[in-house]
């Protein structure tokens, strides 16, 4: 391993290598491989906060007994069109991917579905869950609250999480859209990250501890980052931890247990999925012929000066996973060295080369 740059990994090696750590933990490897392959999709979209930087504090956790490796996924109250799961306290991925799994089901029975969950944990980027309704042509929708990082609006002190929220909506010739954003200003995982590199975070993004606005990554972190708009950010984070958490049954507020700082007790995660059969409303092809008509539309808007083209959600993911697919993930020396050390501990081997992304290897 070189340990002194950044190196450009196999996807798909990389996912293996994530799996088989992970089955050391006693997940089973479905599971295992559905969560590696969680976290490099995060890493293949260009969410590397998301992604297989969170490998020490998922198996920290799971040595430490804090994450059930081997849950019993229960249905505690269903309709045809909802439900409640208990996750008994297994991976968020795991849990999660199981419950939008129900509820497509119910959306294609009923025309809708959603599932209210308890009992998880961090589950990773939002838009692997919505974006599983794409593939049988629905729309999906994915809420999760957090652990309390975040001040409300007004406020000095962290209440609400950065509480992230997906919508995925099937296109026809175009791209889908595909919108997966925190409530913060930024993600705390990039907060985590800037600060493992030493680097500075933009203004508006965090205050510290004395409810100063702080562009110290480190400082940042003991205190707490701010919502996206204001007051805006500040409600919409609050209503989606009253649906993913209050209503759940799951904790909710400075109740979460933090993915990091707690190490004693489990985080109690809550999250909310839906899904919505489109063909309940509409024509299913009509449907995305209308919204590639929106797209062109909105794509064809002309760019404010400074702004070189009009964007959708999910476009720039896009364009960066068809990048790394080809070229490999980067990943940094300390994400590197973390993996490094992981594999030795769990005896998975690490290579000092991996297979470029066309390799047959890979």
């Known amino acids: 391993m070189s340990g002194d740059s950044i190196e450009n ?5 990389l996912k293996g290598f994530c799996s088989a750590v992970l089955q050391e933990m006693e997940i089973q490897p479905k599971d295992a491989d559905l969560i590696a392959e969680s976290l490099v999709q995060a890493n293949l979209w260009g969410v590397d906060s998301h992604g297989v930087t969170r490998m020490p504090i998922y198996v920290e956790r799971l040595r430490k007994k804090l994450v059930n490796p081997k849950p019993k996924i229960t249905i505690l109250q269903e309709t045809p069109a909802m439900g409640v799961v208990d996750g008994d306290n297994g991976s968020g ?6 419950s939008m799994e129900l509820a497509i089901a119910k959306a294609r029975e009923s025309g809708v579905g959603v599932v ?9 980027a939002a838009a692997f869950f919505t974006m599983m309704a794409l593939r049988k042509e ?16 007004g406020g000095k002190s962290p209440y609400l999480g950065t509480n992230p929220i997906s919508v995925a909506v099937p296109a026809g010739q175009e791209l889908p859209i595909v919108l997966d954003m925190a409530t913060s200003v930024v993600a705390r995982g990039k907060i985590i990250l800037a600060a493992r590199k030493g680097e500075c975070i933009p203004a508006g993004c ?13 400082r940042a972190l003991d205190g707490c980052v701010l919502p996206f708009g204001g007051p805006k950010g500040s409600a919409i984070s609050l209503l989606i931890d009253v649906l993913a958490g209050v209503l759940t049954g799951a904790a909710f507020g400075p109740h979460i247990g933090d993915l990091y700082r707690n190490m004693e007790c489990p985080q109690c995660v809550g999250h909310m999925m839906g899904a919505i059969d489109i063909s309940w ?32 959600p999910g476009e720039i993911e896009s364009r960066i996973q068809q990048r790394r697919e080809a070229e490999g993930i980067p990943l940094t020396p300390d994400v590197l060295s973390d993996l490094y050390r992981l594999g030795l501990e769990y005896e998975v081997p690490w290579c000092d080369t991996h297979p470029t992304p066309n390799d047959d290897r890979g």
């Open 9 to 13: 990994v196999n996807p798909s090696w």
């Open 93 to 98: 991925q795991v849990v999660a991917s199981r």
């Open 116 to 124: 209210g969950i308890r009992n998880s944990n961090h589950f990773g």
């Open 138 to 153: 629905m729309i999906g929708v994915a809420m999760s609250n957090a652990p309390a990082t975040m001040a409300p609006w």
């Open 206 to 218: 965090a205050i510290d501890l004395d409810g100063e606005v702080t562009t110290d990554a480190a």
């Open 281 to 312: 409303f509409s024509d299913v092809d009509a449907f995305k012929k209308r919204i590639d008509q929106m797209i062109r539309e909105l794509k064809s808007v002309p760019p404010a000066k400074g702004v070189r083209e009009v964007l959708l």
